[in-house]
């Protein structure tokens, strides 16, 4: 079992940054990768960034450039940091654990909305 606690949503303006945390716990160290996934209303849940065990991270092209992924080891979080925000970034984010038996977990997801 793993737990993910997400933090770190809320309101921006257009061009604005945010950043999002995801805090694992229990069994993280059968973790293979983790990642942020968004979900739009009407629309089907997305990949925005992942990143591996061994540091390999690759990202949704919408988002290239302007959000990195990133882990801190020590405290088993997983950042999102979300600059150049747009409108069309509005969206549910959820934090996802990928362990080596290829069961996922999910967190309870964070609201970012883009707007002015």
């Known amino acids: 079992q793993v737990q993910l606690v997400e933090s770190g949503g809320g309101l921006v303006q257009p061009g604005g940054s945010l950043r999002l945390s995801c805090a694992a716990s229990g069994s993280r160290f059968s973790i293979y990768a983790m990642g942020w996934y968004r979900q739009a209303p009407g629309k089907q849940r997305e990949l925005v960034a992942r990143?591996?065990?061994?540091?390999?991270?690759n990202y949704a092209d919408s988002v290239k450039g302007r959000f990195t992924i990133s882990r801190d080891t020590a405290k088993n979080t997983v950042y999102l940091q979300m600059n150049s925000l747009k409108p069309e970034d509005t969206a549910v984010y959820y934090c996802n654990a990928a362990l080596i038996s290829a069961i996922n977990y999910w967190g309870q997801g964070t609201q970012v909305t883009v707007s002015s």
């Open positions: 990143i591996t065990s061994g540091g390999s991270t």
